[in-house]
């Protein structure tokens, strides 16, 4: 679109027709035929978090303790009430971000500046140590902060290896790292190993619930076979959990937390040089919406512990009736039996590539894994209606897909 700066404005229902048009031709979300990046819980919790956010649509969490004192009564309350759910023990503290790439960017911030403080050495270049299947956001804040980045194969269960994270680290290791659970298997982290190594090492450990915080909880005490991950274990420093996904708010917020006031304290910027005074921020953005304080504050409040249980229990009948479905696809098989509602499933036999296609053709957003081939959904409850068309159309795509040829997917996030 070569355009110029419009001269002349135009006319409201101009700009609403255009809208609704452009926006016609976007990926089916609402049915299902996007597996990622968008949300769902019930439509309730979806109007509870948009009313709330219209309402502080304006207000500008920036200024949070000077003009717009309830939104800092918000956020204080939704650090609170998650602290809590993590086993946040007394004198832990939180914040709310934009999302999880600005949870882990502050969290390895606060972890180089504190791991500076404790050497005596402004200037240490550390590095983090991941299992492989981090998420690429701590790639972005090592290149940030120039910190080096040792990627870790992981075990033959497709979860961290603790041994072989022992073994890449040395004497300038200042960061740990699991997930709960990872994005390209879906499966959560041995962390009460890695929470005993962090300890044994004295480095620091971060739980990257981006993905699994605002479901794990639930789905543990459903039952569901998931270690214990927060701060439970001593060994736990920092802890990122999205509230844009499976905390069913609007986009953007997140949440990072702390062990202590002490680390939390090494995330913050402060700046006393400037003609308008003392600047101080505790996320990396400056103006950051009210709506998204005020929204998660009533989405959490809403559902509290029953209703956040009520859904996890939906998602995970879905997710099991999910990989029955696949698995019923004669060659398919989950790279990994699924800890939450992340899926990644493949097949030797077939082009993955060609499967893809098959799928995109019949007006799916195909996800993908490259190591082993493979499709990738994220799910939440916006997939329920969807899965007898899904595991029809999967079926068809697979049985006229091209045999495999050794290709590598492309996919790209
Ligand atoms: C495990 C994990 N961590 C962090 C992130 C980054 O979250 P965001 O896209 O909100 O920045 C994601 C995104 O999918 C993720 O899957």
Redesign the pocket.
């Known amino acids: 679109m070569a355009e110029t700066f419009p001269h002349t404005g135009r006319s409201r229902a101009e700009i609403e027709a255009a809208l609704a048009s452009m926006h016609a031709g976007d990926a089916d979300w609402r049915g299902g035929r996007v597996p ?1 990046y968008v949300f769902g819980a019930t439509a309730e919790v979806a109007e509870i978090g948009r009313d709330a956010f219209m309402a502080y649509f304006t207000e500008n969490a920036l200024g949070a303790k000077r003009a717009f004192t309830s939104l800092k009564r918000m956020e204080e309350a939704v650090v609170a009430m998650c602290l809590d759910l993590f086993h946040g023990p007394a004198g832990s503290v939180g914040n709310m971000t934009s ?4 949870s ?1 960017v502050m969290a390895v911030k606060a972890c180089r500046d504190w791991s500076r403080a404790r050497r005596g050495d402004p200037a240490h270049r550390g590095n983090l140590v991941l299992p492989v299947t981090a ?1 690429p ?1 701590f790639d972005k804040a090592a290149r940030l902060m120039d910190l080096e980045v040792r990627r870790v194969p992981v075990a033959a269960d497709l979860r961290a290896d603790p041994a072989a994270m022992a073994a890449a680290m040395d004497e300038d290791t200042i960061l740990l790292v699991g ?1 709960v ?3 390209p298997y879906g499966v959560v982290d041995p962390l009460p190993a890695l929470s005993e190594l962090a300890l044994s090492r004295g480095v620091w450990l971060h739980v ?1 619930a ?2 699994g915080g605002y479901f794990a909880p639930f789905a543990r005490a459903l039952g569901r076979p998931i270690p214990e991950f927060d701060f439970a274990l001593p060994g736990v420093a920092s802890l ?1 959990a ?1 509230l ?2 499976f905390g069913f708010c609007p986009k953007p917020a ?1 949440t990072v937390f702390y062990r202590d006031a002490g680390r939390a304290a090494a995330q913050v910027f402060d700046l006393d040089v400037w003609p308008n005074g003392r600047f101080t921020t505790a996320t990396l953005v400056g103006t950051r919406p009210g709506g998204a304080v005020a929204a998660a504050w009533a989405v959490l409040t809403f559902l509290g512990r029953e209703g956040y249980m009520a859904i996890a229990e939906r998602m995970l009948a879905m997710r099991d009736a999910y990989v029955a479905g696949i698995e019923a696809i004669p060659g398919l098989r989950l790279h990994s039996p699924p800890d939450l509602s992340i899926l990644a499933f493949g097949t030797p036999e077939k082009d993955m590539n060609s499967v893809a296609n098959g799928m995109q053709a019949r007006g799916w957003v195909p996800g993908m894994t490259r190591e082993p081939p493979g499709l990738h959904l ?1 799910m939440s409850l916006l997939h329920e209606p969807a899965r007898p068309a899904y595991l029809r159309d999967l079926a068809a795509a697979v049985a006229e897909a091209a045999p495999a040829r050794g290709a590598a997917v492309r996919a790209v996030y």
């Open positions: 990622l999302g999880g790439t600005e882990i998420h956001a997930s659970p990872c994005f990257d981006c993905v990122s999205d844009h996904k997140s994220m």
